[in-house]
């Protein structure tokens, strides 16, 4: 994690977007980290936030735009609305914590737990087919990537991102 994120940051600085002053949150460089682990350590070592983490609502985010950015990395890393309902029924923490709020997947949290249904997930399934078959390059706009960041020995697919990021003239850097 310590060399990926020296290198964001001495990109960054090359790049000058961290001299960047930005008071609106959609403005900021974001960075996409294919890797659930990269995007949920790498707040901790790099200045730049990451697209979507675990734990982005612990960030100061409302839980609809956690969603929306669980939704742009699902779709970005190219899940499908099959592997993601594998993922949530296989009980993917990460991904129904997202999705239905961390009241909903953990009994320890609440004193009124109601476990996920097999309809809720159906219907999150069909939520997130729909967004991605109607994702546009506003979507894309907001926010801004800057930087990928991918593990070697991971096979990501990103060519939804190659797809939409074209047409906006994002030039992005994979690390």
């Known amino acids: 994690m310590i060399p990926v994120s020296s290198r964001l940051i001495e990109l960054a600085r090359s790049d000058g977007i961290l001299d960047t002053q930005c008071a609106e949150r959609d403005c900021r460089p974001v960075v996409l980290a294919t890797n659930l682990r990269v995007s949920a350590g790498l707040p901790t070592f790099a ?3 990451v697209l979507w983490s675990p734990f982005l609502e612990n960030s100061g985010i409302t839980m609809d735009e956690s ?4 939704y742009q990395f699902m779709y970005y890393t ?3 609305g099959e592997k ?3 993922e949530l029924k296989e009980m993917n923490v990460s991904y129904r914590s997202a999705l ?3 009241e909903r997947v953990s009994s320890t949290i609440t004193k009124d737990f109601k476990p996920i249904t097999i309809y809720e997930i159906d219907a999150e399934v069909r939520r997130y087919q729909q967004y991605a078959a109607s994702f ?3 979507h894309a706009a907001r926010p801004i990537l800057s930087y990928v960041i991918t593990l070697n020995t991971e096979a990501s697919n990103l060519s939804n991102l190659d797809r939409c990021i074209k047409p906006l003239s994002i030039q992005l850097t994979v690390i």
Do not use: M, N, Y
């Open 78 to 80: 190219s899940v499908d």
């Open 100 to 102: 239905f709020g961390h």
């Open 47 to 49: 200045p730049l936030p």
């Open 136 to 138: 546009t390059h506003k």
């Open 84 to 86: 993601l309902s594998r």
């Open 67 to 70: 969603k929306e950015r669980c």
